[in-house]
C-alpha cells in the first residue's frame, strides 16, 4: 500500500464492514420500533468521526451524539446532515453557534433554557433542545423535580421544541445488585419526568437513558431511542456482558518496523535503564510512542481492602523483577514480542529474539486503548476487505479511484 506509506509507518486500520456488521446486529437487538442514536464522540472511539458518520447517515442511522460543540461543527463541515445531539453544556456565547449549524443543545439548567430561547429569537427560528436529567450520575443535569418544571415551560416557549428528555446511567455496566437497584433507580426517576409532562399533555417525543451496557441487558428501558457507542466499534462495554451479538471488531492499531539490532547480556533498555537483558537480545523499533496514545493506561482505583493488598503484592513482584501475568506484547511476523523497558514519546522497544523473521518493514500490530489514539495517526479504511480511503488531520486520499464527498461550509456564530 505505497499511498499509505508516503505517511508514516504507523497508522490505524478501520474496517468499515464491521461497523456496519455491528450496526445491524444492534437494530436487531432493540428492534424496528425503537430508534438508534450513534455516539460518534471522541473522534468516533478513535475510528474517525468523520467517515465513520458519513457511514451511519448513509446507513439509515437516525441521530448522532458528541459531546463538545466543535466536534459537532466539525460534522457539520464535512457534510453531515442528520439531527446532532451536544451532550455537554454550552456556554452562553455558544449558543448561536449550536443554532446555525443546527446542532441540537443539551439543556442543563433554567439559565441554558434561557440562553438558547434567546439566541433562538434573535434568529427568529424554533430550536429542539434535548432536556438532561441528573438522576444519580452526579455530574450535569437538573434534578427530576427541577427538570419536570422546566420542561413544561419549554414546551410552552414559542422559541424552543422539547424533543427529548435523558439521563445518564452511571453503573448499567455491572452485574452487582447493588448497582442493578441504582440503575432501576435512576430510570424511575427519569420516568417520574415523563409522568409529569405526559398528564400535561407535554411528553416529547423522544425519551432515551439507554447506553450500549443497557441497551443490551434492560430492553424495558429501551423507550424511544437508545444511544450506542461502545457496541458499535465491536466492544461489549463490560467483561461479564452477555455476548449476545455477533460483533466484529473495525479497529486495529498497526506499525512497521524501522530497526532491528542485537545486544548483549547486560544491556540496558530504554529511559530508566528499568530493562537490562539477561540474554543476547535481538530488538526492533516501531515508530510509535505513548504520544500516540500506546501504552497509555489508567491508574487502577482498588474497591476493597483486598483488592488493595493484591495490587500492592503485584508492584512488589514487579519491583523484584518477578514476572507477573503476562508482559505487554505486539503481534509480528507470526509471533508475540514483548514490550522492552518504558515506552519512549514516540518509539517502542520490543523482543524479537524468538522471531528470526522480524526485519526492517515487518509489520506489528499492538494494542491500545482506542480513545486515547493520537488523531494525527493517518487512518486506513478497508471496505470488503480491501483499501477504500486514507484520512488524516490534513485531508482525505481515495484508494483505487474511489472519492468521498468533502461538503465544507463556514458558517460563523453571532
Known sequence: MPLLENYAPRWVEVDLDAIVNNLNEIRRLVGI????????????????????????????????????????????????????????????????????????????????????????????????VHLKVETGMGRIGLS?????????????????????IYTHLSSAASNRESDRRFTEGQFRRLMEVEDFLSRRDAR?????????????????????????????YGQYPYPEAPQRLNLKDPWKLKARVVQVQDFPAGTSIGYGRTKVAGRRTRVAVLP?????????????????????MRYMAKMLLAWLGMSVGEAAAVEIEGGRAPVLGKVAMQFTMVDVTSIPKVEVGSLAVLSARRTTINRWLPKLY??????????????????????????SSSKEGV
Not at 77 to 92: C, D, N, Q, S, T
Not at 289 to 305: I, K, L, Q
Not at 382 to 405: D, I, K, N
Open 144 to 164: 427530576p423535580n427541577e427538570a419536570a418544571i422546566l420542561g413544561l415551560n419549554m414546551a410552552q416557549d414559542p422559541n424552543l421544541e422539547l424533543e427529548g
Open 33 to 128: 420500533k425503537t430508534r438508534l442514536m450513534a455516539v460518534v464522540k471522541a473522534d468516533a472511539y478513535g475510528h474517525g468521526a468523520v467517515t465513520v458518520s458519513r457511514l451511519l447517515q448513509s446507513e439509515g442511522v437516525e441521530w448522532l451524539a458528541v459531546t463538545a460543540l466543535d466536534e459537532g461543527i466539525e460534522l457539520r463541515r464535512k457534510g453531515i446532515e442528520i439531527p446532532i445531539l451536544v451532550f455537554a453544556p454550552l456556554m452562553a456565547n455558544q449558543a448561536g453557534l449550536a443554532i446555525n449549524y443546527r446542532l441540537t443543545p443539551s439543556v442543563h439548567s433554567d439559565a441554558a433554557a434561557q440562553t438558547i430561547a434567546r439566541a433562538a429569537k434573535y434568529r427568529n427560528q424554533r430550536v429542539k
Open 204 to 232: 416529547p417525543p423522544l425519551m432515551h437513558i439507554c447506553n450500549s451496557a443497557a441497551a443490551l441487558n434492560r430492553p424495558d428501558m429501551h423507550l424511544d431511542l437508545v444511544r450506542v457507542g461502545t457496541l458499535l
Open 382 to 407: 478497508l471496505q470488503a476487505g480491501q483499501p477504500w480511503l486514507v484520512s488524516t488531520l490534513e485531508g482525505e486520499e481515495p484508494m483505487f479511484g474511489l472519492r468521498t464527498a468533502d461538503t
Open 288 to 308: 510509535l510512542g505513548y504520544v500516540d496514545g500506546f501504552s497509555v493506561e489508567p491508574v487502577p482505583r482498588p474497591r476493597g481492602f483486598m483488592d488493595l
